[in-house]
């Protein structure tokens, strides 16, 4: 996937914070670079997953590269403060010009570059603005004739990110429109647009060819649920509507297994130990309920931080982008959507 002058993590997984924007009142921007000159090559709407230290325990959480890959010698993250949170406040509160930060990526499969197509429709609320904004800086920095129709949602004015990019980028682009919705007026500041949630006529205002779209959408799981059923509603086409959740389920605790079909023995050849792993059972539950704490942070195989050497055996493997293919051609695997079907040693 890389050339030779390209950035891997695989070979050097530390980028240095070259500069912190403020964007809104609780979002900011991180620009990371390669601490040795280098081209990042990731498609937009990739992330990378960032693994920080709180008091002694790496704790790891997926942003998306914001930022255009055709302005590959640097990457952008834009986080948002999610109260209670330790990561997002970790960075902001932080992460500084020239500190290090340890990055897996890129990683996932949410991309125009998969889906090209001459109209597409993207649908963003609070925070799932940032692949999207990458896929429309890519379209405008390449100059393509590609018409996209982007709708927004923001709690108030003072909540939009990016805002005057966005009216920039459609002023520029004669092929982009977008539109953007509060719920909200901020302090000192009455909207003058849309108002409200996600509703089928305000799609259909903002693009009557909706159904005809290549649509992508991210935000908050409410948002995605709503958006889901418009679609439907809409006619849009199931195949032609591709999304991503920034919020991922909170994993339950792993519980004594009442299956009753095939058990493979799975070694874990560094900690000396051997388990039992039921056919339906992830690997990463396995563990837990065999009392090992394996690094995790997603457990839907999004973020790549249970990313393991399969030394022998074989499994099922269900990932959500969270490996490469150059990785599982390394057999490696994901051991929190990984399921056994012969006896495995694992290289843990
Ligand atoms: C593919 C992907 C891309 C993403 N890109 C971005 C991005 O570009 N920008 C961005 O801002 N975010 C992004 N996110 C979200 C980001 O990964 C973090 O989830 C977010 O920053 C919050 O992390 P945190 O550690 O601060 O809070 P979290 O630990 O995630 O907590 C969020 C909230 O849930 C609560 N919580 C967490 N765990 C538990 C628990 N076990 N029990 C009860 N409550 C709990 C916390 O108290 C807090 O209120 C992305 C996520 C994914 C999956
Ligand atoms: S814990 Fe995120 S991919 Fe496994």
């Not at 302090?187 to 799609?203: F, N």
């Amino acid at each position: 996937m890389l050339t030779p002058s390209g950035w891997r993590d695989d070979l050097d997984p530390t980028l240095v914070c070259s500069e912190v924007h403020d964007v809104t009142h609780d979002v900011r921007s991180f620009v990371l670079r390669p601490a040795e000159p280098a081209a990042f090559r990731f498609l937009p709407g990739q992330h990378l997953t960032l693994t920080v230290d709180l008091d002694g325990r790496p704790i790891s959480r997926c942003y998306t590269i914001a930022s255009s890959p055709l302005r590959p010698d640097a990457l952008t993250i834009t986080v948002k403060r999610v109260p209670g949170g330790p990561v997002s406040n970790w960075l902001h509160d932080h992460l500084r010009p020239g500190d290090p930060v340890a990055v897996d990526g890129p990683l996932g499969g949410f991309s125009t570059a998969h889906h090209p197509a001459e109209r597409y429709l993207f649908l963003s609320a609070g925070s799932g603005i940032t692949p999207l904004m990458s896929m429309l800086r890519t379209i405008h920095e390449a100059c393509e004739p590609v018409d996209v129709v982007f709708v927004h949602h923001a709690r108030t004015p003072a909540d939009i990110i990016f805002r005057d990019e966005l009216e920039q980028l459609e002023a520029q682009h004669p092929y982009v429109r977008v539109v953007v919705a509060c719920e909200d007026d901020a302090e000192g500041e009455r909207w003058m647009g849309p108002r409200g949630r996600v509703t089928l006529p305000m799609l259909l205002a903002a693009a009557p060819d909706l159904a005809e779209r290549e649509v992508f959408t991210c935000g908050p799981a409410p948002y995605m649920a709503a958006v889901r059923s418009l679609l439907v509603q809409a006619g849009a086409h199931p195949e032609r509507c591709h999304e991503e959740s920034f919020h991922l389920a909170i994993p339950v605790a792993a519980r004594a297994s009442t299956f009753t079909g095939p058990t493979y023995t799975v070694e874990l050849r560094r900690s000396g130990r051997t388990i039992e792993c039921e056919e339906r059972t992830t690997l990463l539950a396995a563990a837990a309920r065999s009392g090992l704490s394996l690094p995790s942070s997603c457990h839907e195989g999004v973020c790549g931080t249970c990313k393991t050497s399969l030394l022998s055996g074989r499994v099922h493997m269900e990932s959500a982008g969270g490996i490469r293919p150059r990785e599982v051609a390394q057999q490696k695997i994901l051991l929190c959507c990984s399921t056994p079907r012969e006896d495995l040693v694992l290289d843990i």
